[in-house]
Nanobody, 116 residues
Framework: QLTLVESGGGLVQPGGSLRLSCTAS????????VAWFRQVPGKEREKLAC????????WYSNSARGRFAISRDYEKNTMYLQMNNLKPEDTAVYYC?????????WGQGTQVTVSS
């Protein structure tokens, strides 16, 4: 079964940092377009960052730009979201995403809570 397994969420104080990881199982992420999203209850899922499959180009939402960084480790078949200077409004469930053939694949979600 093709899966994306996330880790790295948790409770952090405002101004702190977290790094989320997302590891693919039974397929390679290395030639895929990958992305991170987040969702707050009652709101639509928000796209935060994307990383292209070929040339390393990235895209960030206004809320992520300058504080978050998307990357991947080819050897570990893993993608990351480094989040710095976290704010209470970053509290959400974070999801990794990719497309395998025509299938939209999602991680299970990891909770990030920013609070003092």
């Amino acid at each position: 079964q093709l899966t994306l397994v996330e880790s790295g969420g948790g409770l952090v104080q405002p101004g702190g940092s977290l790094r989320l990881s997302c590891t693919a199982s039974k397929f390679t992420l290395n030639d895929k377009f990958v992305a991170w999203f987040r969702q707050v209850p009652g709101k639509e899922r928000e796209k935060l960052a994307c990383l292209s499959s070929t040339d390393g180009l990235t895209w960030y939402s206004n809320s992520a730009r300058g504080r978050f960084a998307i990357s991947r480790d080819y050897e570990k078949n893993t993608m990351y979201l480094q989040m710095n200077n976290l704010k209470p409004e970053d509290t959400a469930v974070y999801y990794c995403n990719t497309v395998w053939r025509t299938r939209d694949l999602w991680g299970q979600g990891t909770q990030v809570t920013v609070s003092s």
